[in-house]
C-alpha cells in the first residue's frame, strides 16, 4: 500500500535555494523532494537525542579529533 502524498510550495531565499541544489547534486539524491526527507530524518534523530540527553559529537576518521556540534534547540 503506497503511503499518501502531499504536495507543498516552499518560498526559499536564494541562499537556501542554492544550498538544496548543492545538498541534492553532492547526495546524487533524485529531487529536492528527496532531500527534504532525508534532511527531516537526520534532524527529526538528532532533536529527538539532544532533547533526551545525547550530546552529538563529529569525530575525525584520520586523526580521531572530536568536536561538539551544533546545539538544537
Known sequence: MEK???????ILTEGAKE???VLQKRTKAA?????????LAVYDA?????EN???VILRNKA???TEKSVVLA
Open 31 to 39: 529531487s529536492f523532494a528527496e532531500v527534504i526527507r532525508r534532511s
Open 19 to 21: 544550498q538544496l541544489e
Open 63 to 65: 586523526d580521531k579529533k
Open 46 to 50: 538528532l532533536h529527538e537525542h539532544t
Open 53 to 55: 540527553g545525547w550530546e
Open 4 to 10: 499518501e502524498k502531499y504536495k507543498f510550495n516552499l
